[in-house]
């Protein structure tokens, strides 16, 4: 049986490259318009795998999807980036001039308002996923309306590229991590990266000797993002991603930061990626 993997959006989307590079294209892709659309298919076991996009070199963090994971002890088991192209795409026959709006996905269209800004009288429209556009303006003959969206959903929906590489910066990946209901055990030689979640009190002081301890540990923070914990107005939790060179110093941190700080949660172990 094909490996199930769902994503967020449909055929023609990145997260649907994402997962046919991470896994393989001999896969059974569950389509999903929201991010928690996704979460639901891994809780109720009809999705095996996860594609979630996490962070973008323009647009930065996809802040709620931090939440998403932790709230629903989903676990991070991978991680791939992928260099993102932004493509204007239209019916075929049509033009720039005949484009009256152009829909896309909220951080495409952050990605490319430098292009965007060069048509003024066009309506820009937030939609749910930029391969999911590409498809109605297939489907219906949206003669008026264009989508910005990866190549493979022009070719998919047989639609016209009118305008290549149209993201403000050419150098714009996005990471994604790849998740599972239930960790996946790598041997530990295989382990050097780690996504983690704690709080720290309102002590002066208390989060540096949170990072100190990281830093007398070997762990070379690569990304820490603070979101307010609702629960508790004013509280903040920090998610941080570390690699290391050595298993035993993660283990090591892990046991001291468990003392250190409240509510310390390991989202995931796994391999870092490399950079594209």
């Known amino acids: 049986m094909k490996l199930k993997v769902a994503i967020q959006g449909i055929k023609g989307s990145n997260h649907h490259q994402v997962a046919n590079e991470f896994f393989g294209e001999a896969i059974e892709l569950v ?26 070199s323009i647009a930065g963090s996809i802040i709620p999807n931090y939440n998403l994971v932790y709230h629903n002890k989903i676990h991070i088991i991978g991680e791939h980036y992928l260099n993102i192209h932004h493509n ?50 297939e489907q219906n003959g949206y003669g008026h309306i264009a989508a910005i969206a990866p190549k493979m959903a022009a070719e998919l929906y047989g639609l016209q590229i009118i305008a290549s590489e149209i993201q403000t910066i050419k150098n714009n990946a996005t990471r994604f991590i790849i998740l599972k209901r239930q960790n996946k055990v790598l041997p530990k030689e295989d382990i050097n990266k780690a996504s983690l979640r704690f709080i720290t009190d309102h002590k002066r002081g208390s989060l540096a000797t949170v990072l100190n301890v990281m830093s007398d540990c070997n762990l070379n923070l690569t990304k820490i993002q603070s979101l307010p914990v609702i629960e508790t107005p004013w509280k903040y939790a920090f998610f941080v991603d570390v690699t290391f060179g050595q298993y035993d110093h993660f283990a090591k941190a892990k046991s001291l930061l468990k003392i250190m700080s409240e509510d310390f949660t ?11």
């Open 88 to 137: 204007l795409m239209v019916l075929n026959g049509q033009s720039i001039d005949d484009i009256k709006e152009v829909r896309t996905h909220p951080m495409a269209l952050l990605q490319c308002m430098e292009f965007l800004k060069q048509y003024p009288h066009l309506k820009l429209v937030e939609d749910v996923d930029t391969a999911e556009t590409a498809r109605q303006i």
């Open 31 to 56: 389509e999903c318009l929201s991010f928690e659309r996704m979460i639901d298919h891994l809780l109720n076991g009809t999705a095996e795998k996860g594609v979630m996009a996490i962070e973008n």
């Open 266 to 276: 390991v989202l995931g172990e796994y391999k870092n990626a490399l950079l594209p």
